[in-house]
């Protein structure tokens, strides 16, 4: 593999007359994780869609894991396949994100065995990733509302990585949780990080919790990347109006006051 | 890592449409009321173009999928080969298809339905002369289940709420099931068997010899019960979805007097709901009128199709009558959905219709 | 009741048939011991004949209603899959055929098909069918969007076994419900073709056929229309109740009671400081039907001009304290305290609305469901001065216009004729703050006013509460998971977990994790994201 797991160049998109996304630029090398901050309406979320390749581009190139993204519906249904393998996604929501019929570990089959879901031909490696995100191998029998919101948020980890990714996009994963569930979530996610040197594409509104596990953050306002940096410079050294203001308002931030 | 830093805010508007709808419905929208109504009256204009357009083309498929030979099948077992003749020329049946369908829309638009077999007028003009009976005792029932099925409902769901006086709670669910589930033509024939045969109160059937108002009472009555029992069931439900929501906790809130806390802020919620499924409810109401009419001997468009399909297989009023109490039950969502739009104007954003 | 339908349907026509069938001597006979129910006109008893027709009538409803289940889901789940242009037509369609009149429907397809209990039983399972496809097209849609089922197309799984892994499952109880409502229907309106001539043809009979012969002999034997009528009625309750069992089955609804403050017999309370504007002692929630407690003993005081935080996770009892102290208690819980005093007022015992809402105002987490979304913003955040306390309608206006100026609302006057869905979140909650601020209340409980909101918008509605608090001199009861808020804005803060209070912190602007005493507090603490700058402006800050 050579060049950058994530290059994105001058990303554009509309729905109907209204742009959402607008000369987004990103760059991401394999193992590292960015953190996408902004707020409601920033266009953060959309971004993930493309990048996952449910929303098409309207300007630009998108290549994730030397797959040109916009080319995807036109190619093969298999390369397309291919690639969603490839390119995984967490959703937001630990309790519209499992089906409330189906056992964890038919949930997990699936995501190994999309067409066949045979939870007994793949229950060692499902064993093997309940345990790996904290959970007791045993909880494959049982159905997601036996579980708090943080198991449920571990699950579907689970069930992102069990297919062995290049990339994890991971969106709003811990902005349903408790602080304390939250902590937890994100300790997993740091040490499955180191431990499998993913890319990762970390989408939050809170900038403390990206801060936290990405390596380099980009700041979105308005469909647009206003500013983009390493976490280190970005957080220290806040280049943009925007940036200044949302680091401003965390309520634990030097900076914040309520004047 | 590339960044364009670049502080140019481009016009943005809500969120990704692609989002839950949730996030989206908490974006502002930044619509004038006027425009509201406008693409509302535009889009409902556009829909009622197009349903009466399905309406044609179903009228006109009614006659071409009887199995067989259609016009043998009209003419009846013992009609001569010069009545069957008669029918397809009648019916264009001898026409190539495409043509057919063009002769029955340019007539359809004409107001031209074909000729009654039976009586031999213009079947609209037949369909025409019912239409107003059928309006009549509708309209009243729409009037009668709306006021009633809304008051009842809303004070048996105050009074319960929250579990209160759960006798009347068991009372009203066995009452209203009961008569809600009832079919109008047994109400109306215990209707008749009790005021017309029993008490003599009232006439059991339509006759030029009473009044139109007092032959209406029990047709209107028939039809308008089990929707009283309908509405207030929902009405009550909806009641209780309603005073559990934050914005009447809020009101509660301002410790509200109960009049203004219940007139005010919650009855115009409960309004919206209820009139939404009223539409529903008068559907139905229109489908047991044609039947109850029957009962009662009512000169409307039920009695009308159901004696042109029992007995004359006068296709020809069918199709009229059909496209007449489409036409009609179209007219009635209308006019609900706009006294709607008045009310709580967030529905006309709505996609139905 | 069903079972008893089942039975008759069952035995009758083995018994009976003869009966039902066979002629006897006395036709149009009224009420008499051999014939409980009359005669028909060829001397059939009519006891016989109803209980016989109930097979008939009870199969003809069943193959109809299975065939618009059928019918109906297959259509539903087939526009889903179909491509998108097809969908939209097929929606299109599927809502031309619910729009009209089952009975119609039915009545036009009779029309097609001939006269007879099959075509009967065909018109009325194609009507009923447009009910089923729009149900299942309306679900899928719903499910459609589930992330699960997003997840698992991303995932590759085939649209059809999606169909049959994720959707069919997941709307068995709606459409079973649909069922019993839909058996009820067809029930009633094949009774209704067979009662105008288009169903049954004699001499098959049904319910509907025996009830239109009674009534067209009402005055000579009227007693003729009450087998058929008591059947009727007795299967559509039984359907009914069917029904309505399985929707109570699908959301079960809690009992509740109403809610209850109770003073304690113990209660032995101390004097209280000049200054102390509310005092709560051991106040414990307890939820009626369950028997748990939600809130354990908390006691707490907030002085005058004083702004107390309550921070905890879900489930602390935090909010049902705050309810307490707005005296808003929810439905089917019962709080028991010593004392709940605000400013001299004994909030145990009863105290008039005025009263309260001059004392109290408050402001809630979601600004988009605490409005009325069926009135402009004028005419609900008024309607507090106006009908509450008492001023002129202009008044009321020009109070609240001012207040909107004061949380920095653009175009005031304008907001006052809008409806909440016109606003942003953020300018809701302003709106809330300014209704708030017009009552000039003495205690302002804010129960995760911020929760809802962008960061930025966050700092600006804290901004708003901490300048009520500075210039009016109003006290604040701060509701929050938020430590680093919580901080932000409190003079003081109690920490809660589990219904009680584990801490309570004096110093806010030096909590740290060394400082406070409580594991829970200390871990509460850790576990909150702070962003870390280096900025060289805050060096030296306390971390």
Redo the contacts between chains.
């Keep these: 593999m050579s060049g950058p797991m994530i290059d994105v160049v001058d990303l554009g998109v509309s729905f109907g007359s209204t742009r959402v996304l607008h000369d987004v630029s990103l760059r991401l090398e394999t193992g590292q994780t960015v953190g996408v901050v902004g707020e409601s309406g920033s266009g953060k979320s959309t971004l993930a869609k493309v990048l996952v390749g449910i929303v098409e581009p309207d300007a630009g190139e998108v290549v994730v894991a030397n797959t040109d993204v916009r080319r995807l519906g036109r190619r093969s249904r298999r390369a397309a396949q291919d690639y969603r393998r490839r390119v995984q996604m967490v959703p937001q929501d630990p309790f519209s994100s499992l089906s409330p019929r189906r056992t964890i570990g038919q949930t997990l089959a699936e995501a190994l065995d999309p067409a066949r879901a045979s939870v007994r031909r793949h229950e060692d490696r499902i064993a093997a990733w309940l345990e790996r995100v904290g959970l007791p191998a045993d909880a494959m029998g049982r159905y997601p509302h036996e579980f708090s919101g943080g198991q449920r948020q571990r699950v579907a980890i689970a069930r992102s990585l069990i297919v062995e990714p290049s990339v994890v996009i991971a969106d709003e994963i811990t902005s349903a949780l408790d602080v304390s569930v939250q902590a937890q979530i994100l300790d997993l996610i740091a040490e499955i990080k180191a431990g499998l040197g993913l890319t990762m594409v970390f989408i939050s509104h809170n900038l403390a919790v990206v801060q936290r596990v990405s390596d380099v953050v980009a700041v979105m306002y308005r469909g647009e990347v206003v500013e983009a940096g390493p976490v280190e410079q970005i957080y220290a050294d806040p280049r943009h109006w925007y940036t200044r203001q949302l680091l401003d308002a965390d309520p634990g931030a030097p900076g914040f006051s309520l004047g | 890592?590339?960044?364009?830093?670049?502080?140019s805010?481009?016009?943005?508007?809500?969120?990704?449409?692609?989002?839950?709808?949730s996030?989206a419905?908490?974006?502002?929208?930044?619509s004038s009321l006027a425009g509201a109504w406008r693409r509302f009256l535009v889009r409902r204009l556009v829909g009622l173009v197009?349903?009466l357009a399905?309406l044609v083309v179903?009228t006109f498929v009614?006659v071409r999928?009887?199995?067989g030979d259609p016009a043998a099948?009209i003419a009846g077992e013992d009609a001569s080969q010069s009545q069957v003749d008669a029918v397809r020329v009648e019916l264009g049946l001898d026409e190539p298809l495409p043509e057919q369908f063009l002769h029955y829309v340019v007539g359809v638009l004409h107001g031209d339905f074909g000729t009654s077999f039976h009586y031999q007028m213009p079947a609209l003009d037949l369909v025409r002369a019912a239409a107003p009976y059928t309006i009549t005792i509708a309209f009243a029932s729409l009037v009668v289940f709306l006021v009633l099925g809304l008051a009842i409902g809303a004070a048996v769901g105050i009074i319960t709420r929250?579990?209160?006086h759960r006798w009347l709670d068991h009372l009203f669910?066995v009452g209203a099931?009961?008569v809600?589930?009832?079919?109008a033509?047994?109400q109306a024939?215990?209707l008749?068997?009790v005021f017309a045969?029993?008490l003599a109160w009232l006439p059991?059937a339509y006759s030029p010899a009473y009044g139109l108002g007092e032959s209406a009472v029990l047709p209107v009555a028939a039809l308008s019960l089990g929707c009283i029992a309908s509405v207030a069931r929902i009405t009550r439900r909806e009641v209780a979805v309603v005073l559990e929501?934050?914005?009447m906790?809020?009101?509660?809130?301002?410790?509200?007097?109960s009049l203004?806390l219940y007139a005010?802020?919650m009855m115009?919620?409960v309004l919206?709901t209820a009139l939404t499924l009223s539409g529903i409810i008068l559907?139905?109401?229109?489908?047991?009128a044609?039947?109850v009419e029957?009962?009662f001997a009512w000169p409307g468009l039920g009695t009308t199709?159901?004696q042109a399909?029992?007995q004359f297989k006068d296709?020809p009023v069918?199709r009229a009558a059909?496209f007449v109490?489409?036409a009609i039950?179209?007219l009635f969502?209308l006019v609900i959905d706009i006294v709607l739009g008045i009310?709580?104007?967030?529905t006309l954003g709505d996609s139905?219709? | 009741m069903l079972g008893v339908l089942v039975v008759v349907a069952v035995v009758a026509p083995l018994v009976l048939h003869d009966a039902a069938t066979g002629l006897s001597g006395d036709a149009n006979s009224g009420s008499t011991g051999a014939h409980p129910l009359g005669t028909d006109g060829l001397g059939r008893d009519m006891l016989a004949r109803t209980l016989v027709a109930t097979r008939q009538t009870l199969i003809a409803a069943t193959l109809s209603t299975a065939l618009a289940a059928v019918l109906g889901i297959g259509l539903g789940v087939a526009t889903w899959l179909a491509p998108r242009r097809v969908r939209e037509v097929g929606l299109r369609l599927i809502e031309f055929w619910v729009s009209y009149p089952t009975l119609l429907v039915a009545i036009i397809v009779a029309a097609v098909l001939g006269q007879g209990l099959g075509p009967a039983v065909v018109a009325i399972g194609i009507a009923n069918a447009g009910g089923f496809a729009r149900l299942t097209a309306n679900l899928v849609a719903g499910l459609a969007a589930r992330e699960y089922v997003v997840t698992a197309r991303l995932m590759g799984v085939p649209p059809g076994r999606i169909a049959v892994r994720h959707l069919i499952p997941n709307m068995a109880e709606p459409q079973l419900i649909l069922v019993a409502q839909a058996f009820a229907g067809a029930l009633v309106e094949l009774s209704g073709l067979s009662f105008i001539g288009l169903g049954a043809q004699s001499p098959a009979f049904d319910w509907g056929a025996l009830l239109n012969e009674g009534a067209s002999k009402i005055y000579t034997n009227p007693v003729l229309i009450v087998g058929p009528s008591v059947a009727l009625v007795f299967a559509s309750l039984a359907a009914l109740f069917v029904g309505d069992g399985l929707a109570a089955a699908a959301n079960p609804r809690t009992n509740t009671s109403r809610s209850r403050l109770v003073r304690r017999a113990d209660a032995a309370a101390e004097p209280l400081e000049a200054d102390v504007l509310l005092a709560v002692d051991h106040l414990t929630v307890r939820h009626d039907a369950s028997g748990r407690d939600l809130v354990s003993d908390v006691s707490l005081r907030i002085r005058r001009g004083e702004i107390l935080g309550i921070v905890g996770e879900s489930g602390s009892g935090k909010s049902v304290t705050a309810s307490v102290v707005s005296k808003l208690l929810a439905e089917g819980l019962t709080a028991t305290a010593a004392r709940v005093e605000l400013s001299g007022a004994d909030l145990l015992g009863r105290v008039p609305g005025p009263e309260l809402a001059r004392r109290v105002a408050m402001v809630y987490q979601d600004p988009g469901t605490a409005l009325n979304p069926a009135l402009t913003l004028g005419n609900q955040l008024t309607d507090v001065l106006t009908s509450t306390l008492g001023s002129s309608r202009r008044d009321a206006r020009e109070n609240l216009v001012g207040h909107f100026r004061d949380v920095l609302l653009t175009d005031p006057e304008g907001r006052m004729r809008q409806y909440p869905h016109q606003l942003s979140g953020g300018m809701k909650q302003r709106a809330m703050i300014a209704s708030a601020m017009s009552t000039r209340a003495e205690l302002l409980v804010a129960d995760e006013p911020t929760t809802a909101l962008d960061v930025t918008v966050q700092r600006e509605v804290l901004g708003l509460i901490k300048r009520m608090n500075t210039t009016a001199g109003t006290s604040v009861l701060f509701i929050s998971h938020d430590l680093g808020v919580v901080r932000a804005l409190c003079d003081r803060v109690l920490v809660m977990k589990d219904g009680r209070i584990v801490e309570t912190i004096d110093d806010v602007a030096h909590m740290t994790t060394e400082a406070v005493r409580h594991p829970y507090t200390r871990q509460l603490l850790a576990a909150t994201p702070v962003v870390h700058t280096s900025r060289p402006e805050v060096e030296g800050a306390d971390r």
């Design positions: 890592m590339n960044s364009s830093v670049d502080a805010i481009a016009p943005s508007g809500p969120g990704a449409p692609g989002g839950p709808p996030a419905s908490r974006e502002p929208r930044a197009v349903n399905l179903v009614i999928l009887i199995p099948a929250g579990d209160r669910n099931g009961l809600a589930s009832v079919p033509y047994v024939t215990l008749i068997a045969v029993w059991p929501q934050d914005y906790r809020s009101a509660r809130g301002w410790r509200l007097p203004r005010k802020h115009p919620n919206t559907t139905a109401l229109l489908g047991s044609l039947i029957a009962v199709t159901v399909i029992a296709y069918i059909v109490i489409g039950s179209l969502t009310l709580d104007p967030r139905r219709g």
